[in-house]
């Protein structure tokens, strides 16, 4: 007589619904994250309990497919299955964790810096495909702080600080006492970062090996001096407001404040450049202590240069007036005046660009 074959405990049909209820709940999880990159806990609680119900609906379709042989029969859909089963099941481990106990494995950070009172730190770990958990901090009124680290690990995402810069705000990056970041400090551990404000310095001396022009490699200022050269052989007078081939610019840029860790700096730079018989008619000066000058162009005879402001535009920084023959006043343009823009040990400071002519 013929046993009747038993019901499995949810059947294939509630299985298959269960998948399709909580497949948009990676969406749900992933707009937590979007929308509060830096909010600590309760909602990195919120999106982790959305990941587990996914990961559940991710588990239960596996399972109803498996049952429809949909992949087949024989071992090697069956060893699939199982490894599919485990990487969720260790994903399900991690997510209801962090939901169930989400301080367990969660230590601070400490923080100095001169002192230095509202600094805004972040870290982020990579979760969820291109997701990320992220926690953030502000420093007190001494210059410390304290993060919590989520599940598994996290990097520096960002740390700056915003301050009044001449006309307006800008946002200067910390950098890390000991000259680096880890690459991931992990939770179990936790770990101990000091930052300091740099006025001017090397941010990233491997990116400045490789390419000693990038502004972000550099915690100082970068100016840019453009002009355009007469042809070789030629006199320079025919060719209105080109520069002679083999005549040298002189720059000097004397400071009027003091710097922007709050360091007064007095000495003036004077910078020669030699134009030379080139298609590109340019030249960086990299790393200058970020501060207010006076900066003055001319010709090794003393004869004045024509100054002009090409980036940025429609800016209170820059250089005022933005066209002249006498001197100006120069101000380095930051990339932002949000701290949380401040990419950490990285420099935050664009390009100034100058094009310089004879009257």
Not at 229 to 235: E, H, L
């Amino acid at each position: 007589m013929p046993v009747p074959s038993r019901e499995p405990f949810i059947s294939t049909r509630a299985l298959g619904t269960i998948g399709m209820l909580c497949s948009p709940m990676l969406y749900f999880a992933s707009l937590f994250f979007s929308q509060n990159p830096d909010a600590p806990n309760p909602n990195q609680i919120y999106a982790c309990l959305f990941a587990v119900l996914y990961l559940s609906g991710a588990m239960a379709a596996a399972t109803a497919m498996r049952r429809l042989r949909v992949t087949g029969s024989g071992t090697g859909p069956a060893v699939l299955y199982t490894v599919q089963m485990i990487g969720l099941l260790l994903a399900m481990m991690s997510d209801f964790m962090e939901f169930t106990a989400p301080g367990l494995r969660q230590t601070a950070f400490f923080f100095t810096a001169d002192m230095l009172a509202g600094a805004k730190l972040g870290l982020k770990s990579a979760r969820i495909y291109d997701a990320y958990l992220a926690a953030s901090a502000e420093t007190d009124a001494k210059g410390y702080y304290e993060i919590k680290i989520s599940a598994g690990g996290a990097r520096f995402d960002y740390a700056g600080f915003t301050f009044k810069y001449s006309r307006g705000l800008a946002a200067l990056e910390l950098h890390p006492a000991d000259g680096s970041l880890s690459e991931s400090y992990p939770a179990a551990t936790g770990g101990v970062e000091n930052f300091v404000m740099l006025a001017y310095g090397i941010a990233d001396a491997e990116g400045a090996s490789k390419n000693a022009r990038y502004r972000s490699n550099y915690y100082g200022g970068t100016l840019i001096l453009r002009y355009i050269i007469a042809p070789p052989g030629q006199d320079p007078n025919d060719f209105a407001r080109m520069l002679a081939s083999g005549s040298e610019i002189v720059v000097t840029l004397t400071p009027v404040s003091s710097l922007s860790d709050g360091n007064n700096f007095s000495r003036a730079f004077e910078i020669r450049k030699k134009v030379e018989n080139s298609s590109i008619g340019e030249f960086y000066v990299c790393n200058v202590p970020i501060g207010r000058y006076d900066i003055s162009v001319k010709q090794a005879d003393g004869k004045p240069l024509r100054l002009k402001q090409k980036n940025p535009t429609d800016s209170v920084f820059g250089i005022q007036p933005t066209d002249t023959t006498e001197s100006a006043q120069l101000i380095f343009n930051p990339l932002s005046a949000d701290a949380k823009t401040a990419v950490a040990s990285r420099g935050n400071w664009t390009d100034l660009e100058i094009i310089v002519e004879r009257p």
